[in-house]
């Protein structure tokens, strides 16, 4: 059973577009989270979710917004896609109060904006 | 001074040598470390937690020096399917403002 699960795995569009991308974790986990990487393989935290708290990294644009209808899901909403948001994006969950703060990367969606 | 910094690389290492690389941070308030370890085109995946007393897992060894703000990880005998990227990451405080990736260290085993 795949533990960090994300759809689309490839996603092609054009600028301007509006697209989201869903992230599903069986792990039981608390707490979920988007990265960024880019094409310097630069991998940045976007949006830390544990159920009832939204911390969102001050860099991120308001274009992009993290919504999630349970726990188990964070689906990441983007609009008005720009070139520059080609990237790979990784959702990822872990137990908030663990004391390792492993956290469970999904496949990846690899972004391109055209 | 960026907040969490690696070599690049590529390290280009013969198999079955030993091989370590660092990662520095700048927040002297850190209060957990990482190494994460992500082949191509892959995910990120869990190598190793760093201790303060040092650890060892196999043939990885993770160390951190407070003192000088810094973790390492030795690989001995190194194997071809150890080439990857490794990533230190650095836990600052709770949510996305305290946890950071550096960039990865880029591992190349050569037979």
């Not at chain 1, 310097?40 to 993290?66: A, G, H």
């Not at chain 1, 209808?69 to 948001?85: C, F, T, V």
């Not at chain 2, 690049?8 to 370590?20: H, I, L, S, Y």
């Not at chain 2, 927040?27 to 760093?50: G, H, I, T």
Request: proline fraction near 5%; charged fraction near 20%; charge should be neutral.
């Amino acid at each position: 059973d795949t533990a960090v699960s994300q759809t689309p795995k490839y996603l092609v569009t054009q600028m301007g577009n509006d697209k989201s991308i869903k992230c599903e974790q069986n792990l039981g986990h608390d707490t979920m989270y988007w990265y960024k990487q880019d094409s310097k393989k630069f991998l940045k935290i976007m949006f830390s979710y544990n159920n009832k708290e939204l911390i969102i990294n001050e860099t991120v644009p308001n274009r992009f917004s993290p919504k999630s209808p349970d726990k188990a899901h964070l689906n990441l909403h983007i609009n008005s896609l720009e070139l520059g948001d080609s990237a790979v994006y990784f959702c990822a969950s872990s137990h908030f109060a663990g004391p390792t703060y492993e956290q469970y990367f999904g496949p990846g969606t690899r972004l391109t904006v055209t | 001074r960026k907040e969490v910094e690696q070599d690049p690389g590529p390290f280009n290492v013969p198999e079955g040598a030993t091989v370590a690389f660092n990662c520095t941070y700048s927040n002297s308030a850190s209060q957990s470390f990482f190494w994460y370890r992500q082949d191509c085109r892959k995910e990120p995946k869990l190598l190793m937690s760093v201790y303060s007393s040092g650890n060892e897992d196999g043939r990885f060894t993770a160390q951190l020096n407070r003192a000088s703000q810094y973790i390492s990880l030795l690989i001995r005998d190194s194997k071809l399917s150890d080439s990857a990227t490794y990533l230190c990451v650095v836990i600052s405080g709770g949510g996305a403002d305290g946890l950071t990736f550096g960039k990865g260290t880029h591992l190349i085993i050569q037979p």
